[in-house]
Protein backbone atom coordinates (compact mmCIF):
# COMPACT_ATOMS: atom_id res chain seq x y z
CA UNK A 1 0.00 0.00 0.00
CA UNK A 2 2.76 2.23 0.95
CA UNK A 3 4.99 1.99 -2.41
CA UNK A 4 1.40 2.27 -4.55
CA UNK A 5 0.57 5.85 -2.50
CA UNK A 6 4.08 7.05 -3.46
CA UNK A 7 3.69 6.12 -7.41
CA UNK A 8 0.33 7.67 -7.58
CA UNK A 9 1.90 10.94 -5.83
CA UNK A 10 5.11 10.70 -8.37
CA UNK A 11 3.16 9.50 -11.26
CA UNK A 12 0.65 12.57 -10.85
CA UNK A 13 3.23 15.34 -10.15
CA UNK A 14 5.12 14.70 -13.15
CA UNK A 15 2.04 14.17 -15.14
CA UNK A 16 0.85 17.61 -14.02
CA UNK A 17 3.86 19.02 -14.89
CA UNK A 18 3.74 17.79 -18.29
CA UNK A 19 0.65 18.83 -20.82
CA UNK A 20 2.65 20.67 -23.15
CA UNK A 21 2.37 17.78 -25.61
CA UNK A 22 -1.84 17.13 -27.48
CA UNK A 23 -0.56 13.93 -28.81
CA UNK A 24 -1.45 10.51 -28.33
CA UNK A 25 1.91 9.28 -27.30
CA UNK A 26 3.61 12.22 -25.10
CA UNK A 27 7.30 12.86 -24.16
CA UNK A 28 7.36 9.70 -22.78
CA UNK A 29 8.81 9.99 -18.97
CA UNK A 30 10.17 8.35 -16.42
CA UNK A 31 10.51 8.85 -12.62
CA UNK A 32 13.43 11.65 -12.10
CA UNK A 33 12.33 12.95 -15.28
CA UNK A 34 14.46 11.14 -17.48
CA UNK A 35 13.59 11.02 -21.33
CA UNK A 36 12.76 7.98 -22.91
CA UNK A 37 13.27 7.46 -26.81
CA UNK A 38 11.54 6.30 -29.18
CA UNK A 39 13.35 4.35 -32.18
CA UNK A 40 11.37 6.79 -34.82
CA UNK A 41 9.49 9.83 -34.90
CA UNK A 42 5.80 8.73 -35.28
CA UNK A 43 4.76 10.21 -38.91
CA UNK A 44 1.44 12.69 -39.34
CA UNK A 45 -0.26 10.04 -41.30
CA UNK A 46 -0.26 7.82 -37.78
CA UNK A 47 -1.42 10.96 -35.64
CA UNK A 48 -4.19 11.49 -38.01
CA UNK A 49 -5.46 8.18 -37.05
CA UNK A 50 -6.30 9.23 -33.53
CA UNK A 51 -7.03 13.07 -34.50
CA UNK A 52 -10.27 13.38 -33.12
CA UNK A 53 -10.92 9.15 -32.62
CA UNK A 54 -14.15 8.57 -31.28
CA UNK A 55 -15.46 5.95 -33.66
CA UNK A 56 -14.72 2.42 -33.12
CA UNK A 57 -13.06 1.60 -29.83
CA UNK A 58 -9.40 0.75 -29.95
CA UNK A 59 -6.63 -1.54 -28.68
CA UNK A 60 -3.44 -0.24 -26.53
CA UNK A 61 -1.39 -3.29 -26.46
CA UNK A 62 2.06 -2.87 -24.26
CA UNK A 63 4.41 -5.35 -24.65
CA UNK A 64 8.09 -6.09 -22.91
CA UNK A 65 10.80 -8.74 -22.29
CA UNK A 66 11.52 -8.71 -18.82
CA UNK A 67 12.14 -11.09 -15.84
CA UNK A 68 10.33 -8.81 -13.38
CA UNK A 69 6.99 -8.72 -12.95
CA UNK A 70 5.47 -5.09 -14.33
CA UNK A 71 1.88 -4.10 -13.97
CA UNK A 72 -0.20 -2.20 -16.04
CA UNK A 73 -2.12 1.00 -14.19
CA UNK A 74 -4.54 3.30 -15.73
CA UNK A 75 -5.52 6.45 -14.32
CA UNK A 76 -9.03 8.13 -15.74
CA UNK A 77 -8.48 12.09 -15.18
CA UNK A 78 -11.18 14.63 -15.20
CA UNK A 79 -10.69 18.64 -15.17
CA UNK A 80 -7.46 19.79 -13.70
CA UNK A 81 -5.85 16.39 -14.02
CA UNK A 82 -7.53 14.89 -11.34
CA UNK A 83 -8.93 11.44 -9.44
CA UNK A 84 -12.58 11.68 -8.89
CA UNK A 85 -13.44 8.52 -7.45
CA UNK A 86 -11.44 5.53 -6.00
CA UNK A 87 -12.29 3.31 -9.41
CA UNK A 88 -11.01 5.85 -11.71
CA UNK A 89 -8.24 3.99 -11.10
CA UNK A 90 -8.05 0.74 -12.49
CA UNK A 91 -5.45 -2.02 -11.46
CA UNK A 92 -4.56 -5.97 -11.28
CA UNK A 93 -6.86 -5.86 -7.89
CA UNK A 94 -9.41 -3.46 -8.77
CA UNK A 95 -13.00 -4.36 -7.49
CA UNK A 96 -14.49 -3.66 -10.44
CA UNK A 97 -14.21 -6.21 -12.82
CA UNK A 98 -15.44 -7.87 -16.06
CA UNK A 99 -14.92 -10.90 -18.81
CA UNK A 100 -15.41 -10.08 -22.14
CA UNK A 101 -18.86 -10.11 -22.20
CA UNK A 102 -19.12 -7.38 -19.71
CA UNK A 103 -19.02 -6.23 -15.91
CA UNK A 104 -19.20 -9.06 -13.26
CA UNK A 105 -19.81 -8.34 -9.75
CA UNK A 106 -18.50 -11.18 -7.41
CA UNK A 107 -21.23 -13.81 -7.28
CA UNK A 108 -20.29 -16.15 -4.29
CA UNK A 109 -22.31 -18.92 -5.70
CA UNK A 110 -20.48 -18.46 -9.26
CA UNK A 111 -16.84 -18.22 -8.20
CA UNK A 112 -17.07 -19.40 -4.77
CA UNK A 113 -14.34 -16.38 -3.99
CA UNK A 114 -12.67 -13.83 -4.29
CA UNK A 115 -9.58 -14.66 -5.91
CA UNK A 116 -11.28 -17.32 -7.84
CA UNK A 117 -13.07 -14.15 -9.18
CA UNK A 118 -10.14 -12.07 -9.96
CA UNK A 119 -8.50 -14.60 -11.61
CA UNK A 120 -11.48 -15.28 -14.11
CA UNK A 121 -11.83 -11.64 -14.75
CA UNK A 122 -10.30 -8.24 -15.54
CA UNK A 123 -9.99 -5.12 -13.69
CA UNK A 124 -11.92 -2.47 -15.44
CA UNK A 125 -14.04 1.19 -15.21
CA UNK A 126 -17.08 1.29 -13.71
CA UNK A 127 -19.18 0.60 -16.79
CA UNK A 128 -16.86 -1.70 -18.65
CA UNK A 129 -15.64 0.84 -21.05
CA UNK A 130 -11.71 0.73 -19.91
CA UNK A 131 -10.25 -2.19 -19.36
CA UNK A 132 -7.02 -4.22 -18.48
CA UNK A 133 -6.98 -7.51 -20.15
CA UNK A 134 -4.03 -9.82 -18.27
CA UNK A 135 -2.17 -12.68 -18.92
CA UNK A 136 -1.49 -12.29 -22.53
CA UNK A 137 1.45 -12.88 -24.64
CA UNK A 138 2.35 -10.46 -27.75
CA UNK A 139 1.85 -11.95 -30.82
CA UNK A 140 3.67 -9.70 -32.14
CA UNK A 141 6.96 -9.86 -30.49
CA UNK A 142 9.12 -12.60 -29.62
CA UNK A 143 7.42 -14.40 -26.55
CA UNK A 144 7.06 -10.87 -25.51
CA UNK A 145 5.00 -10.38 -22.16
CA UNK A 146 1.94 -8.44 -22.67
CA UNK A 147 -0.84 -6.43 -20.76
CA UNK A 148 -3.38 -5.11 -23.37
CA UNK A 149 -5.72 -1.86 -22.88
CA UNK A 150 -9.29 -1.81 -24.51
CA UNK A 151 -10.83 1.56 -24.55
CA UNK A 152 -14.32 1.93 -25.93
CA UNK A 153 -14.65 5.67 -26.53
CA UNK A 154 -18.17 5.75 -27.06
CA UNK A 155 -18.41 4.56 -23.11
CA UNK A 156 -16.16 6.60 -21.56
CA UNK A 157 -18.06 8.95 -19.04
CA UNK A 158 -18.35 12.33 -19.89
CA UNK A 159 -16.38 13.68 -16.75
CA UNK A 160 -13.49 11.78 -18.03
CA UNK A 161 -10.92 14.15 -20.09
CA UNK A 162 -7.81 11.87 -19.73
CA UNK A 163 -6.84 8.32 -19.81
CA UNK A 164 -3.25 7.95 -18.32
CA UNK A 165 -1.28 4.65 -18.36
CA UNK A 166 1.70 3.65 -15.89
CA UNK A 167 3.32 0.70 -15.64
CA UNK A 168 5.38 -0.20 -12.46
CA UNK A 169 8.12 -3.14 -11.58
CA UNK A 170 7.01 -5.02 -8.86
CA UNK A 171 9.25 -5.26 -6.31
CA UNK A 172 9.79 -7.64 -3.43
CA UNK A 173 11.64 -7.76 -0.16
CA UNK A 174 14.29 -10.28 -2.13
CA UNK A 175 14.70 -7.56 -4.79
CA UNK A 176 13.86 -4.40 -3.54
CA UNK A 177 16.29 -2.72 -6.72
CA UNK A 178 13.44 -4.41 -9.07
CA UNK A 179 13.81 -2.13 -12.11
CA UNK A 180 12.42 -2.39 -16.40
CA UNK A 181 16.35 -3.85 -17.02
CA UNK A 182 18.27 -2.31 -20.14
CA UNK A 183 16.68 -4.90 -22.79
CA UNK A 184 13.38 -4.65 -21.95
CA UNK A 185 11.98 -3.57 -25.36
CA UNK A 186 8.83 -1.86 -24.08
CA UNK A 187 6.84 -1.06 -27.17
CA UNK A 188 3.28 0.47 -27.11
CA UNK A 189 0.86 -0.70 -30.42
CA UNK A 190 -2.57 0.71 -30.73
CA UNK A 191 -4.84 -0.70 -33.24
CA UNK A 192 -8.66 -1.20 -33.68
CA UNK A 193 -10.56 -3.61 -31.67
CA UNK A 194 -10.45 -7.01 -34.13
CA UNK A 195 -8.07 -5.10 -36.51
CA UNK A 196 -4.12 -6.59 -36.86
CA UNK A 197 -3.24 -3.32 -38.47
CA UNK A 198 -0.87 -0.95 -35.96
CA UNK A 199 -2.26 2.93 -35.94
CA UNK A 200 0.63 3.88 -34.13
CA UNK A 201 3.66 1.91 -33.09
CA UNK A 202 6.36 3.47 -30.43
CA UNK A 203 9.53 1.62 -28.96
CA UNK A 204 10.44 3.01 -25.42
CA UNK A 205 14.28 2.76 -24.60
CA UNK A 206 17.06 4.01 -21.77
CA UNK A 207 14.81 2.25 -18.95
CA UNK A 208 17.44 0.55 -16.84
CA UNK A 209 17.07 0.92 -13.37
CA UNK A 210 13.52 2.60 -13.54
CA UNK A 211 10.91 1.28 -11.55
CA UNK A 212 8.21 2.69 -12.89
CA UNK A 213 7.33 4.82 -16.60
CA UNK A 214 4.20 6.97 -17.54
CA UNK A 215 3.67 5.73 -21.10
CA UNK A 216 1.62 7.62 -22.57
CA UNK A 217 -2.25 8.75 -22.44
CA UNK A 218 -5.26 9.69 -24.34
CA UNK A 219 -6.51 13.10 -24.04
CA UNK A 220 -10.20 14.14 -24.73
CA UNK A 221 -10.43 17.18 -27.27
CA UNK A 222 -13.65 19.11 -28.73
CA UNK A 223 -13.70 17.06 -31.72
CA UNK A 224 -12.45 13.22 -30.23
CA UNK A 225 -9.40 12.36 -28.46
CA UNK A 226 -6.00 12.45 -29.23
Known amino acids: IKMLIQM ?8 QCDEKDNSV ?20 EEWSYL ?10 RFSWKSYETIDTFVFLLGKENKIVKKSDLIFYNSEIR ?39 YDEYGDDNDCEVVHVDFREVDNSIETILF ?9 DPKASFGKDTNFCIYVSEKDSATRLVNVRCENLENKNILLSCALKRKRNGWR
Open 8 to 15: LKKILNIF
Open 25 to 44: VEKNKVIDSVPVRVDRDVTS
Open 98 to 136: RDFEGVKTFDIEQYRNKNNWREKTFPCSDNGAIWIETGR
Open 51 to 60: NGYDSNPIVV
Open 166 to 174: AHVVYSSPC
